[in-house]
Nanobody, 126 residues
Framework: QLQLVESGGGLVQVGESLRLSCAVSGFTFDYHAIGWFRQAPGKRREGVGCISSSDGSTVYSDSVKGRFTISRDNAKNTVYLQMNSLKPEDPAVYYC???????????????????WGQGTQVTVSS
């Protein structure tokens, strides 16, 4: 059974940084992608970006492009979401998710992902 566990959430001030981790355990397919999503109270789940397993290529939403960076450490089976210059609109529960395969337009579509972590809370104070 594949499991994803997020960590690293917390409270920061506007303009500060935070790094989230997503530890992946269990069987994984050679070609897969890890996506990051976030969901604020009363809002739908929003895709933040994703990273492929084969070449580490990344895609980001316009709302975080230039501020957030997704990376992976294959030796540790961990994917990271580095969040810089956090804004008042960034607070949410952040989730990582696993997508089998790398082709197609899946990155920002929650229904395309097979496994999810439990989420970690990010709070930004002004």
């Amino acid at each position: 059974q594949l499991q994803l566990v997020e960590s690293g959430g917390g409270l920061v001030q506007v303009g500060e940084s935070l790094r989230l981790s997503c530890a992946v355990s269990g069987f994984t397919f050679d070609y897969h992608a890890i996506g990051w999503f976030r969901q604020a109270p009363g809002k739908r789940r929003e895709g933040v970006g994703c990273i492929s397993s084969s070449d580490g290529s990344t895609v980001y939403s316009d709302s975080v492009k230039g501020r957030f960076t997704i990376s992976r450490d294959n030796a540790k089976n961990t994917v990271y979401l580095q969040m810089n210059s956090l804004k008042p609109e960034d607070p949410a529960v952040y989730y990582c998710a696993y997508h089998r395969g790398e082709s197609g337009s899946f990155c920002f579509w929650a229904d395309e992902y097979d496994y999810w972590g439990q989420g970690t809370q990010v709070t930004v104070s002004s």
